[in-house]
């Protein structure tokens, strides 16, 4: 399963224009959102607009772009298929119509603040990108290592702050991390099955990573490592 984390929270304009924007202290709600087979829209095909684009392909979303023009990156992955819809036109309401979310990536303020309305009285997902007062979500800078995912978020005031502390955690957790949470994900269902209560389990998983699991996997022993989940945890990797 494919997922995306989104930080959702409610912003407020000082006035109805969307000019002289300003953010209040406002309470944020981590999700990973599963988006395989949803409709998500994109307005706008610029470079801000590819990104956006190529990042909900790559969580499985049915992407829908609008935009007059589009990059080249943009062209290739409609040609392919892997965008499944492109409007060559300005953005209209309609483009809404069964869509999950929207990301408005365009140079036209208008434009943008036109798609945060329509999509807000949708009760819709809607982000207007960096500018957090026409957002209620928001994506932080992701690490990914196989299954596992770091999510980072400074909630819309300094993507660039979040993008350093990304690397360094980028730099501390190894491949070896994610290897380890793909052993689990196989383990899991005898997991269960041996240790019938979430506390016991958190134990025994607890108990495993105080070994050197992480170290042996990163010495590509995996067979050592195997052998101390089935030492702590009683599982056997399924062939």
């Known amino acids: ?76 992955l409609v040609a392919v298929g892997a965008i499944g819809e492109h409007h060559r036109r300005g953005y209209r309401p309609s483009d809404l119509d069964g869509c999950l979310l929207v990301i408005a990536a365009t140079n036209v303020p208008a434009v943008n603040l036109r798609v945060w309305d329509d999509g807000e009285a949708r009760r819709m997902l809607v982000n207007v990108v960096d500018v957090p007062n026409l957002c209620n979500f928001i994506v932080p800078s992701i690490m990914r290592r196989g299954e596992l995912a770091v999510a980072v978020s400074t909630g819309g005031a300094s993507p660039v702050v979040a993008r350093r502390v990304r690397r360094i955690v980028e730099r501390e957790v190894g491949a070896e991390w994610g290897e380890l949470v793909g052993i689990l994900r196989d383990t899991r269902e005898e997991l269960k099955l041996r240790f019938t209560d979430m506390p016991s389990r958190a134990a025994a998983v607890e108990a495993l990573l105080e070994t050197d699991v992480v170290e042996r996997l990163a010495a590509g022993d995996r067979d050592g490592a195997l052998d101390l989940v089935a030492r702590h945890l009683g599982t056997a990797v399924p062939a």
């Open 1 to 76: 399963m494919v997922f995306v984390v989104f930080y959702l929270y409610r912003a407020r304009m000082a006035s109805p224009d969307g000019e002289n924007l300003r953010v209040e202290p406002v309470s944020f709600y981590p999700a990973f959102i599963d988006l395989n087979g949803r409709r998500c829209l994109v307005v706008g095909g610029g470079p801000v607009g590819t990104e956006k684009a190529e990042k909900l392909v790559e969580a499985g979303a049915d992407v829908c772009l609008v935009s007059p023009e589009i990059t080249p990156r943009l062209a290739r």
